[in-house]
């Protein structure tokens, strides 16, 4: 396995009250597989995410990624955030070079693998912007190309497409699935939205409301250039619909 | 916008200038204690000619320097370590809230007792006076910087040293660059009390000595010239500022 989390559990303390987010969560991860997280939002999707990245300390349990542990956060695991976090003294280019030049890569391979990824997220003529002068979208694909380009094996995305609108939401859903076809990442990919993971994952992982533990996962039977408004596909979208619901009702209890 | 400003220096000029002669040709007062444009610029003129203004601005300049060169090095080394090391930040902390509120001319005796009459009591003065702001400043700006970058940098495979250098201190730089010059100010403006005590040299001394030989034309000159200095840098810093910090607007340009 590549990514295996094994009876994690992590408590949160906020004013001497303690706070279970995630309780015994078991799941693995197969390389080169894209798994979606889904669940309401306070599950702790996202907590068990940032485990994963070595962000967070499990309160108990562990993760392993190519059976070793995860003890803090490194390069064999890229990290894509919901509102981006590039580096706004950096220009674009500089942004994807980040990691290559922490690895001490040399000058002209480095000025060959930023074009190549900013290339492959469309963004070859904004190399030298700062990201400022960028739009939301154009961040999102900034930081899919930083992430891509320091090669890590597993790429961890946690709501990354959350705070954008929906047309461009759609646009990079479709470069992501694309991007996957040929870069074949290990993908771990939080969101709340149904229809996106539908979209884009080879298995579906529902969470339980608060404290978080794994409700059902779903295998997609599904091609691998997906239709929105085929059949097959709505009839996912209408399962995991229900499924999620029952969650969200309890919050609402 | 540069044209209202210069039109407003004016204005001063000439209200200075129309009250002054006004006063030579009414005698409200005794013409010696209101120094007119003309002769503080006379004052300008022959002090330059025998060499000792420019002698006087470069010994100031050169304190200042020293004095604020040391105070920025020490400010950004502490200021980075105390945001960074919650241990030597709690120890700093009520050191500094103690000492900060002193106002630094009350020790000025104690660092001529110290470092004597020479350079030495006004670089460690200059250094002194500014070294807490810039400390405080600096520290703040560390601690203001965006956790999520250091979590990007992390998982791009930065180490401590890694993140420090290439996310710390440039997401601080803005902050860092403002504390730098407010000291920077600060120090032009305790020069001139740490040369009124014992001191042969500097602006601080030649307007002492207009007190003493009782030519107020080159107290106002001495006071001009520390108006103009400091404007001069401040407008410098301003720019390089504005070059440095190009990615924060760069939105509007392009």
């Known amino acids: 396995m590549k990514i295996d989390v094994r009876g994690l559990s992590r408590t949160f303390v906020a004013a001497g009250r303690e706070t279970p987010a995630l309780l015994d969560v078991d799941l693995e991860v197969a390389e080169h597989e894209f798994v979606c997280l889904l669940g309401p939002s306070g599950c702790g999707k996202s907590t068990l995410l940032n485990i994963v990245a070595g962000f967070l300390r499990p309160s108990a349990g562990e993760v392993l990624v190519d059976g070793r542990p995860v003890t803090g956060p490194g390069a064999d695991r890229g990290v894509v955030f919901q509102e981006y976090v590039l580096f706004p003294w950096l220009t674009v280019a500089g942004n994807v070079e980040f990691g290559l030049q922490l690895k001490g890569t040399p000058a002209s ?32 694909r900034v930081a899919i190309a930083r992430a891509l380009a320091n090669s890590p094996e597993i790429i961890l995305m946690d709501e990354p497409f959350g705070a954008l609108d929906a047309q461009t939401r759609e646009v990079l859903q479709d470069e992501l699935g694309r991007i996957q076809r040929v870069e074949h990442k290990t993908v771990l990919f939080v969101t709340h939205s149904i229809r996106e993971a539908v979209y884009l994952a080879d298995r579906i992982v529902v969470m339980t409301s608060a404290p978080g533990r794994i409700k059902q996962v779903f295998t997609l039977k599904l091609p691998e250039i997906r239709d929105r408004f085929a059949p097959e596909f709505t009839h996912y979208e209408s399962e995991i619909t229900r499924v999620v619901k029952e969650e969200v009702a309890k919050v609402h209890e | 916008m540069s044209r209202t400003r210069a039109l407003a220096l004016l204005g001063v000029l000439v209200v200075w200038a129309a009250v002054s002669y006004g006063n030579r040709a009414l005698g409200v007062m005794a013409p010696a204690l209101l120094p007119t444009p003309g002769e503080v610029f006379r004052v300008f003129a022959e002090t330059m000619r025998d060499g000792s203004l420019p002698r006087h601005v470069v010994t100031s300049l050169a304190r200042v320097a020293v004095g604020f060169g040391l105070a920025a090095v020490a400010a950004l080394g502490l200021g980075l370590l105390a945001a960074l090391c919650v241990p030597v930040r709690l120890m700093l902390e009520p050191i500094i809230e103690f000492v900060r509120p002193i106002p630094p001319l009350a020790f000025l ?59 710390i201190v440039p997401a601080a730089l803005p902050g860092i660059i403002v504390a730098l010059r407010l000291g920077f100010a600060l ?42 200095l400091g404007s001069l840098v401040n407008m410098l810093l301003l720019a390089a500022e504005r070059r440095l910090f190009r990615w924060r607007e760069a939105g509007a340009s392009s």
């Open chain 2, 109 to 167: 005796p104690m660092f001529l007792v110290w470092f004597g009459l020479g350079e030495g009591s006004k670089v460690a003065f200059i250094g002194y006076t500014t070294f807490f702001p810039m400390f405080v400043a600096i520290a703040a700006a560390v601690m203001r910087v965006d956790m999520t970058l250091l979590r990007a940098a992390a998982s791009l495979g930065a180490g401590r040293l890694d993140l420090i250098r290439r996310v």
């Open chain 1, 109 to 140: 391979e480095r000025r060959a693998i930023v074009a190549r990824y900013l290339e492959l997220v469309g963004l070859a003529a904004h190399a030298e912007k700062f990201p400022v002068q960028l739009s939301g979208g154009m961040k999102q």
């Open chain 2, 187 to 228: 120090a032009l403006f305790v020069i001139v009390g740490a040369e009124f005590m014992g001191a042969d040299a500097g602006l601080g001394n030649l307007i002492m000595e207009g007190r003493t030989f009782f030519i107020p034309a080159q107290i106002v000159m001495g006071a001009l010239l520390l108006g103009l």
